[in-house]
């Protein structure tokens, strides 16, 4: 396996994992009382667009030739490392 897959490997297990364990905060976040639920179901749905841009910049890095894909993971990084750090907070708000 190239490093290149096997980057890509990586990143898709982390944002599946990270999309598996949000949906597990969706389901508390619907339990809570009525005036938090609204900004619980707001930060859901900024996790949601995070995820978004995470999956679309892993699809870009997919595509990417053997010489590019290098400089285009450094970005990958930093886009797994926003969702990674807003899902934190979140989790640590629930």
Known sequence: MTSKNFYIEKMKTQLDELNVNMNKLDAKATEA??????AYLEEMRKLRHQ???AGAK???????????????A?????????????????????
């Open 33 to 38: 009382k009525a005036d938090a639920r609204d």
């Open 74 to 94: 450094t970005e990958m990084d930093k886009v797994r490392e926003a969702f990674v750090h807003s899902f934190n907070y979140f989790k640590s708000q629930v």
């Open 58 to 72: 892993l699809d870009e890095l997919k595509a990417a030739s053997e010489d590019t894909w290098k400089a285009m």
């Open 51 to 53: 995820s978004k841009l």
